[in-house]
């Protein structure tokens, strides 16, 4: 017989290499515990965009203990930890640190009870209501397994802890400060995100558009004030305005196909003092979400025009119309969804591995993607089945994310999150 291996034996040595003893779930099973305690400690402890001081540190300790090479202050508050293991693809997972101005109400033991001043000087409670504290404790539980495992696979694994999702432009302040220039440029750029209505143990795909563009709008419609019984004396702003937010869904249903989806929300309108005073101006803010480039353009133009329409049918000033906000359409590879969602199913089983329909949400980890590498973020299951039946019996639905009542059920979402996504690295930096 041969002393030369076969190509069919090294393949299976390997593969039972990748699938032995150390297996993505039963490690994640094993080490819950103590990942429960990251997990309670990151939701204790929230900060508001571009504040996230406490949080990044914590996340870097927990990578520099690992023997990963951190550097700090990326972006502002970002991190970037490389965990280099030979020669291999260099494949990015990213976590957001940031939570949201959010007073907790979920009476968990471990509520965050932090109070923090916001831009404008506000104090506001801080809260963890988006799952960042979850992606965190998935992206260190990731950490530990391939750092206790690399035998396995082969390559860098590039960790990214990005500040500021919340507000859409923590992504773009780390792709400035030099990402992917400083820093090995990824083959591919991985994130989770939780699913406050899919129940756990699932995690959900879909290839393509999976979020919306965002865009926030402020308008600011000009009028002449006066005594509320003599209209005819002034130019009312709260008229302008009245017409303008009636008008503006003419945008979605008689200028956009139908086969678009767009939304044109005014979230906040405020004009004028007193019953019987008319101001001089009234204030609107908007979102606006699309998906292709085009529709976009075109929702946003649309705005600006019926804004000033409104104004001149009314014989008013030029209204100020400003942009802000934008945050683009998060698209997934579509090869990298292909390659990766039969691992999920291989690892989790092929009834929690479900299609997602497309969100008009929004995720700032669209710019690694329109940056030039293939990206896939995937839905994970953070409500337990039999909580989501109790309330489904109850005539409820689930607290959304942002819901200061949102909470996950940390354990199985863990376990999921950390399997599902050192499953999906260790397909993709398989030993050669």
Request: hydrophobic share 40%; charged share 20%; with cysteine.
């Amino acid at each position: 017989m041969s002393k030369t291996l076969s190509p069919l034996i090294v393949v299976l040595t390997l593969s039972m290499s990748v699938l032995g003893a150390d297996k993505p779930a039963d490690w994640s099973k094993d080490h819950v515990d103590e990942l429960l305690k990251v997990y309670q400690d990151f939701h204790a402890h929230p900060e508001l965009s571009f504040r996230e001081e406490r949080t990044a540190a914590k996340l870097a300790t927990a990578l520099k203990a690992l023997g990963i090479d951190v550097t700090t202050g990326v972006g502002k508050m970002g991190i970037v930890g490389l965990l280099k293991n030979g020669d291999g693809p260099t494949i990015m997972i990213r976590t957001d640190l940031d939570a949201l101005p959010v007073v907790e109400a979920t009476g968990l033991p471990f509520a965050s009870k932090v109070i923090a001043k916001d831009p404008k000087g506000n104090d506001v409670g801080v809260m963890h209501a988006c799952g960042h504290d979850i992606h965190m404790t998935c992206q260190i539980g990731v950490a530990r397994y391939l750092a206790a495992n690399k035998d396995a696979w082969r390559g860098t694994v590039m960790f990214v802890g990005q500040p500021a999702e919340e507000v859409g432009n923590g992504a773009q302040s780390m792709l400035k400060d030099g990402l992917f220039t400083r820093f090995p440029r990824p083959r591919y750029a991985l994130a989770l995100h939780v699913d406050a209505a899919m129940p756990t143990g699932k995690v959900g795909f879909r290839a393509g558009y999976i979020l919306a563009n965002v865009d926030s709008v402020d308008i600011v419609m000009k009028g002449k004030g006066g005594h509320g019984a003599f209209p005819h004396t002034t130019i009312d702003p709260v008229v302008q305005a009245a017409h303008l937010i009636v008008d503006l869904q003419s945008l979605v249903s008689r200028e956009n196909s139908p086969f678009e989806p767009v939304v044109v929300t005014v979230g906040s309108i405020h004009g004028g003092t007193k019953h019987n005073i008319i101001s001089d101006q009234c204030r609107l803010q908007l979102t606006v979400r699309s998906y292709g480039p085009e529709v976009r353009e075109r929702l946003l133009e649309g705005i600006r025009r019926k804004a000033k329409a409104a104004a001149l049918s009314a014989g008013a000033p030029e209204p100020i119309v400003e942009f802000s906000d934008a945050t683009p359409a998060t698209r997934n590879d579509e090869d990298l969804v292909a390659q990766v969602v039969p691992v999920f199913r291989r690892v989790l089983g092929d009834e929690n591995v479900v299609p997602t329909e497309p969100s008009m949400g929004g995720e700032d980890f669209s710019e690694y993607g329109l940056a030039g590498v293939p990206i896939f973020m995937f839905r994970l299951g953070s409500v337990n089945a039999d909580r989501l039946a109790e309330m489904k019996q109850g005539g409820k639905t689930p607290p959304s994310l942002h819901s200061p009542f949102y909470y996950p059920d940390a354990r199985e979402t863990i376990t999921t999150g950390v399997t599902a996504m050192s499953a999906a690295l260790l397909d993709l930096m398989k030993p050669q």
